[in-house]
Each structure stands twice: as structure tokens, then as C-alpha cells.
């Protein structure tokens, strides 16, 4: 182990040599109004292929809107002493848009080194658990470490716009790829500490709630019906949500569920005019343990209510939808095995987790596998000048090869 935490330390620049390479070339899924992430898989098989890495496989996802007419998804396996179990490390290949460019200090897809900072679309989600993964392996390979179980990398496509084309293809159309006893690390969520170690999710949906009147001059009301004071206790009504579905489970933060309005659609467009027509928006992260179908009811509820009592008629319409896949449980194998490694590698004090938003983790649970989400991370994701840390990525390839030779 010396010596494979030694080799890691000495790979600062194939870190930033990696992320050079892999942040010039653009992935974006044809959602976010790229041509897919054909490019970026054709590099990447061909560094795993120089690695050395004999079992690397394809898995192409049919997809007609990108030119290539398909989404790549690569799986790599460095053979364990145990050929029977796999130890899985799985980081998406898609980026996001770099959005308004006049925030970026630099060009998004050049790589910047600033000391330990690498600054670039891409470089934190989610290259830098990418990087850590690559680094792992090819220390594996050059000292001729054969680790306790199968080494396996999978680099997947459509992670940011729902994985349909991705870990979700996988699961659904080449399970054989797995065993139940397999076990799966996803470095794509964490903290700065290191110390999250996420096993569980919330369920949660977006609704789009539209109250429908009639739109008339504001000196006339009478002649219309007003949907903003409506919609307005609509919104206010929101709140008592959170007591109609009151369970807590400390492991989450905040550990109850939340429902939140978000997003107001605008109106009209003058002060003088009644509005006939409101959207808005609610936010829900709900417990597991509630079936989401009872929550939207409530709402609707809350709608017939309304509608009646001022006349409207109100829709509530879902435009996203995740009942929670069962938790990882906290005693699981891969939560221990995460756990101790962390806490060898970073000396720190890591606990398991639930959190309100859906990760890749889920598509796996739901089929009965062990998944847990960690990695060092400073929640750069999405954000214009996104950075990454060599040292976080060179940790977290240590706890990844900790994880592998440990008995």
C-alpha cells in the first residue's frame, strides 16, 4: 500500500494532463445542444487501450439525435484476485453547458492551472472522479498490483440530462454486466471534508400548477376573474404540507420533507391589466417512506379548494417525477468499505448520508445493488469558472486503491 500511495503521489501532472485533454473536448447530450459524447469516448478508449487494459467493452446506446447516431457508454476491467466480484467506479462522460461566457475568467474548454486548482467546464463534475479513477488503475498496472477483487471503471453518457442513454441503459438492457454481489462507488457528489458518504435519496417531483381565469382591465374587475390572488393561496397553502407529512430521519439534511414554491411564469405584462392565467412552480423532496402518488393528491386537494372557492379552475401537472429507490443500507459493505478508506486515507471522521436529489446511485439500488455516492468535493458543478483540486483528486484515488487491495 506504501507503494501504491507513493506511485499516486507522483501523478500530478498525468492529472493535469488528463484534464487538459478531456476538457477540450466538448460532451454535450443533444438536450443541452450538443452533438453527444462520441469524441470524448473515442479518447478515452483509446487511453484506456494504452493503459494496457485487456477487457474493455462498448456499450452503445441507439440515439438518433446526435450525428453518430448512438450514446457511448465504456466499461474496463482489471482482473482481482476474486475474478467473482467487481468493485465498480462509475463517472459520466457529459458535461453541461458553460452558460453566459462573460462570467468565465477563461476559455471553458482550455484548462487553467492555477497551483492546485484546475479551472474548465467539466474538470469537478466529472472529471476530477473520472481522473481519480484512471490514476487508480493505471498505478495498478505499472506496479503490477493485483487487487483483492476486479477493478471496474464505467464511463457512461446522458448523466445531466436523466441517464436514459446512459447508467440507466445499462442497468435495463445488459445486467449481465453486473453481479448482485458487485459492489459500486459513484464520485460525483461529496464534500470539501470528504466526509459525506451518501446511501440514500428523497424522493421528489417538480409540478407546474396553472390557475386559469379571465383576464379583463384593472378598472373593471368584475368583469374578469383575478388568478394572481388565487394563486397566491395556493402558494401560501404549500406550507402545510410539511405537517400532513411529518416523518424524519436524522440521516438526511434537512431531515424531513420539503416542499417549496419556485419558479413564477410572468403574467401579464402592465399594471392596469387583470391576469387570467398564473404558473407557478413547487419543489418536492419527500421522505422515502411516502408514496409520492398520496402526496400530489393532497395537492390537488388543495387545488379543489381554491378553484372553487375563487372560481378558477386549476391544473396541477408533474414535469418530473423519482420515487426514492430503497436506501443502501448504513451496515452494507460498501458503505463500511468506503468508510474505513476514507478514514484512513483523509484521517477524518466520515458518516453516511441521505440527500434530496436523485443521483445515477438510484438506477442501481432499485435493482438490488450495493451503491454508494462519495468524492471530495467543493460544489463547483454548473458554476461558470468550475474548479477542481489535484490534491482531492489524488486522495480520492487513494481511497479508490485502498478500497481494491484491502482484505
Not at 467539466?122 to 481522473?131: C, F, I, K, T
Not at 422515502?288 to 393532497?298: G, K, R
Request: charged share 25%; net charge negative.
Amino acid at each position: 500500500m506504501d507503494a501504491l500511495f507513493s506511485e499516486l503521489d507522483r501523478q500530478t501532472e498525468a492529472v493535469v494532463d488528463l484534464q487538459t485533454k478531456l476538457t477540450a473536448i466538448p460532451a454535450l447530450g443533444p438536450r443541452n445542444g450538443g452533438e453527444g459524447e462520441k469524441a470524448k469516448a473515442d479518447f478515452l478508449l483509446a487511453h484506456l487501450r494504452s493503459m494496457g487494459i485487456e477487457d474493455i467493452r462498448e456499450y452503445n446506446a441507439p440515439d438518433q439525435d446526435v450525428p453518430c447516431g448512438y450514446r457511448p457508454n465504456i466499461v474496463a476491467v482489471i482482473p482481482g484476485r476474486n475474478t467473482e466480484r467487481t468493485l465498480w467506479v462509475i463517472s459520466h462522460i457529459d458535461v453541461v453547458p458553460p452558460g453566459d461566457l462573460s462570467l468565465w475568467n477563461s476559455d471553458p474548454y482550455t484548462l487553467v492551472r492555477d497551483g492546485d486548482t484546475l479551472i474548465g467546464r467539466g474538470v469537478e463534475d466529472n472529471q476530477q472522479g473520472m481522473v481519480s479513477s484512471l490514476i487508480t488503475a493505471q498505478a495498478l498496472l505499472d506496479l503490477n498490483i493485483t487487487p483483492e477483487l476486479n477493478y471496474g471503471l464505467i464511463l457512461v453518457s446522458d448523466e445531466e440530462t436523466g441517464s436514459g442513454f446512459g447508467l440507466d441503459y445499462l442497468v435495463r438492457e445488459h445486467e449481465g454486466v453486473f453481479r448482485k454481489d458487485d459492489l459500486f462507488l459513484v464520485p460525483d457528489s461529496g464534500e470539501p471534508n470528504s466526509e459525506m458518504v451518501e446511501v440514500a435519496e428523497k424522493s421528489m417531483f417538480w409540478l407546474k400548477c396553472t390557475v386559469i381565469g379571465k383576464q379583463c382591465h384593472a378598472s373593471t374587475p368584475d368583469q374578469g376573474n383575478n388568478t394572481l390572488v388565487p394563486c397566491a393561496e395556493f402558494i401560501l397553502r404549500v406550507k402545510e404540507l410539511e405537517a400532513l407529512y411529518p416523518a424524519e430521519d436524522p440521516i438526511y439534511n434537512p431531515p424531513r420533507s420539503t416542499f417549496q414554491p419556485t419558479m413564477k411564469e410572468a403574467n401579464v405584462a402592465n399594471v392596469n391589466t387583470i391576469p387570467g392565467r398564473d404558473v407557478f412552480y413547487i419543489d418536492s423532496r419527500v421522505m422515502p417512506e411516502y408514496d409520492l402518488t398520496d402526496v400530489l393528491d393532497t395537492i390537488k386537494g388543495f387545488a379543489d379548494e381554491i378553484a372553487a372557492k375563487y372560481g378558477v379552475k386549476i391544473e396541477c401537472e408533474p414535469v418530473m417525477w423519482e420515487q426514492a429507490a430503497p436506501a443502501t443500507p448504513e451496515d452494507s459493505e460498501i458503505a463500511v468499505r468506503t468508510m474505513a478508506s476514507v478514514r484512513k486515507v483523509y484521517n477524518n471522521n466520515p458518516k453516511v448520508v441521505g440527500v434530496g436529489g436523485g443521483t445515477v446511485a438510484a438506477f442501481l439500488r432499485r435493482e438490488g445493488y450495493q451503491a454508494v455516492v462519495w468524492s471530495t468535493l467543493n460544489h463547483n458543478a454548473h458554476q461558470p469558472n468550475e474548479w477542481a483540486s489535484i490534491r482531492n483528486t489524488i486522495g480520492d484515488a487513494k481511497v479508490i486503491a485502498d478500497m481494491l487491495t484491502a482484505k
